[in-house]
Nanobody
């Protein structure tokens, strides 16, 4: 069983930066990728970025390319999401997820989820 705990969210002004952290514990052979998703009120959960740490390779949702960076620290079993040049439309609850397979963008491909951390960007 894999447990995920996010931290680092909060309020920030437009143009500001935040770094989200996701501490992972436990082990599962059914995990080969980690990702960050976000969900705004009334909207579906949307992938933001994904990483296959063993390769390594990363993928990003188009609107965050060039502004967000996903990375891992294997020694700390932690996944990060560095978010720069934040915009009001980035406001959402951000979730860390762990899964296996090729469909990095698909919420159904993630078995383990954290509780989420709120990011609020004010204009």
């Amino acid at each position: 069983v894999v447990q995920l705990v996010e931290s680092g969210g909060g309020p920030v002004q437009t143009g500001g930066s935040l770094r989200l952290s996701c501490a992972a514990s436990g082990y599962s052979v059914s995990v080969n990728r980690m990702a960050w998703f976000r969900q705004a009120p009334g909207k579906e959960r949307q992938v933001v970025a994904a990483i296959y740490p063993q390769i390594p390779i990363t993928y990003y949702y188009e609107p965050v390319k060039g502004r967000f960076t996903i990375s891992t620290d294997d020694a700390k079993n932690t996944v990060y999401l560095q978010m720069n040049s934040l915009k009001p439309e980035d406001t959402a609850k951000y979730y860390c997820a762990a899964g296996v397979g090729d469909s990095w963008w698909d919420v159904r491909g993630y078995k383990y989820w954290g509780q989420g951390t709120q990011v609020t960007v004010s204009s």
